[in-house]
T-cell receptor, first 114, second 115 residues
Framework: DAGVIQSPRHEVTEMGQEVTLRCKPI?????LFWYRQTMMRGLELLIYFNNNVPIDDSGMPEDRFSAKMPNASFSTLKIQPSEPRDSAVYFC????????????FGPGTRLTVT | DQQVKQNSPSLSVQEGRISILNCDYTNSMFDYFLWYKKYPAEGPTFLIS?????DKNEDGRFTVFLNKSAKHLSLHIVPSQPGDSAVYFCAASAVGGDSWGKFQFGAGTQVVVTP
């Protein structure tokens, strides 16, 4: 398996523009997670899905952020409109529901909003 | 609120010696703990886990100890090798509760192994 795939790896955009981050989880994994990593806040969970259904989106910072999982092999995280404070590395991860419950992370998308 | 804390942002250790990384948590509902390792420009990768029914788990050079009464866990790496230089995150979750899958991560500890 190729692991969790994220695209793009790097995104530079101007404030106010829409940004869409994409993720393909590992086949067979029931759970998908979106994280954001910043120097100030570390690695924070934004939202996670179970069997394509959003379970907990309490970490989504504000209404400008939205996430979807239309099928078991694809998810998007959208920011509209983007702001400079959204600049961070965004990780997608997937896992099964079996011990040791480890999450497999993608390589991340480094987002820079100017 | 930070429910998982790694109070040492960095650790320098000589090759061959022991690295000890510490992690404290505040939520008594946490019953499953993971350690991850992260290299620059890569996502974190799973290292070792421990559930609250155990107080120790070992995998090769890596051992995790859990002290539930102190709400403290530690990761021991023996012997440390240059390839162990990375950021280490601990993560905790209440697997048996409603928030299954929701792991809280610590801020990470940067380990540098020197020759």
């Amino acid at each position: 398996d190729a692991g969790v795939i994220q695209s793009p790896r790097h995104e530079v955009t101007e404030m106010g523009q829409e940004v869409t981050l994409r993720c393909k989880p590992i086949s067979g994994h029931d759970y998908l997670f979106w994280y954001r990593q910043t120097m100030m806040r570390g690695l924070e969970l934004l939202i996670y899905f179970n069997n394509n259904v959003p379970i907990d989106d309490s970490g989504m910072p504000e209404d400008r952020f939205s996430a979807k999982m239309p099928n078991a092999s694809f998810s998007t995280l959208k920011i509209q409109p983007s702001e400079p404070r959204d600049s961070a590395v965004y990780f997608c991860a997937s896992s099964s529901d079996l011990p040791p419950y480890e999450q497999y992370f993608g390589p991340g998308t480094r987002l820079t909003v100017t | 609120d930070q429910q998982v804390k790694q109070n040492s942002p960095s650790l320098s250790v000589q090759e061959g010696r022991i690295s000890i990384l510490n992690c404290d948590y505040t939520n008594s509902m946490f019953d499953y703990f993971l350690w991850y390792k992260k290299y620059p420009a890569e996502g974190p990768t799973f290292l070792i886990s421990i559930s609250s029914i155990k107080d120790k788990n070992e995998d090769g050079r890596f051992t995790v100890f859990l002290n539930k009464s102190a709400k403290h866990l530690s990761l021991h790496i023996v012997p440390s090798q240059p390839g162990d230089s990375a950021v280490y995150f601990c993560a905790a979750s209440a697997v048996g509760g409603d928030s299954w899958g929701k792991f809280q991560f610590g801020a990470g500890t940067q380990v540098v192994v020197t020759p």
